[in-house]
């Protein structure tokens, strides 16, 4: 292991961080609060340094953009109740695998043909992932290793397209790009229908090529091409795996975020989405750190932005 990925792993109390963490927030009262009203917790930016390698002005950059996209989404950033949503949350639209992958990754699962585009908007169904997002960037080890996501287009019609306009697309893809304290790792598209082309070519011009890179589309016989990025005893058996059913897994993490419904109501509120939780919302990753697959298991094959 290099020294780089030792550093990318040290803990909240090391030197490294600390010395991060003050600079950081001297960084961040400057640009955000000239008047010293504010005071930034450690754990918060710790999300956004860690986001970004330790680097503190990649890191401001990404906290200026944070505030920045909370700003002008308020129809998404405003509104984060798990109970506004918890009849597609049950529907089992969405879930996070209850194992990491081989590198500590989250593995969250999106299922399109869960989501009816008549009772509810593509802004609801987003509001889902910017959820889970909050959610699982307070955990240190996804902070670390960041998530991967297997989003299955199976039922994509023209109904869930026509949702989609540029402006969505835009902030969609600024979340996954430069505007939220998250890595993501990799995207990976199964069951896509021909008539997805024309969404993903909205997306696609505000990815960098860093993240057009991460996005691998497996088509209907995904099978096989799936299972050489994940081993089969992370997957679902809906995916060839032999992990636990989509169905547990959705219903799981549905109630993981409605426990969360007071923490998420407060981030919304907060002027600068800065709540710390009143019990460690990580309490998942001791079970992580011991049940996440080895290598060995995976298949051969500048300005105040604030009002």
């Known amino acids: 292991m290099n020294s780089g990925s030792v550093d990318l792993l040290s803990p909240d109390d090391s030197f490294l961080v600390r010395s991060s963490v003050v600079r950081l927030r001297l960084r961040a009262q400057a640009e ?7 005071d930034f917790s450690d754990g918060f930016l710790i999300k956004f340094l860690r986001a970004r390698d330790m680097d503190v002005e990649l890191s401001l950059k990404l906290m200026l953009n944070y505030q920045r996209w909370r700003r002008e989404s308020p129809e998404i950033s405003g509104c984060l109740s798990p109970r506004s949503v918890s009849a597609l949350l049950d529907n089992g639209y ?3 695998l209850p194992l990491r992958d081989h590198s500590g990754c989250r593995v969250l699962v999106y299922r399109i043909c869960r989501w009816n585009p008549k009772d509810w908007t593509a802004i609801q169904v987003f509001r889902v992932s910017l959820m889970t997002s909050e959610v699982i960037a307070m955990e240190t080890e996804t902070q670390q290793r960041g998530v991967k996501v297997i989003f299955d287009l199976e039922g994509w019609s023209f109904s869930h397209a026509l949702q989609i306009n540029p402006s969505l697309a835009r902030k969609i893809s600024s979340v996954l790009v ?3 304290p998250l890595k993501v ?3 990976h598209l199964i069951n896509e229908p021909i008539f997805f082309g024309p969404v993903f070519a909205m997306l696609r011009p505000f990815l960098p090529d860093k993240i057009k890179k991460r996005v691998h589309m497996h088509g209907f016989n995904y099978h096989d091409s799936l299972t050489d990025f994940f081993p089969t005893s992370l997957l679902p058996p809906e995916y060839g795996g032999e992990g636990p059913g989509l169905e547990g897994v959705c219903q799981q993490w549905a109630n993981r975020l409605l426990q969360s419904e007071r923490l998420l109501e407060q981030i919304a509120a907060h002027r600068t989405g800065d709540v710390t939780p009143a019990e460690p919302t990580a309490r998942p990753d001791a079970l992580d750190m011991r049940s996440r697959l080895s290598p060995q ?3 051969s094959r500048s300005n105040s932005f604030l009002r």
């Open 32 to 38: 955000l609060d000239p008047l010293h009203i504010l």
């Open 94 to 96: 969405h879930g996070v």
């Open 178 to 180: 430069d505007s939220f």
């Open 185 to 187: 790792k990799a995207i």
């Open 297 to 299: 298991s995976l298949p």
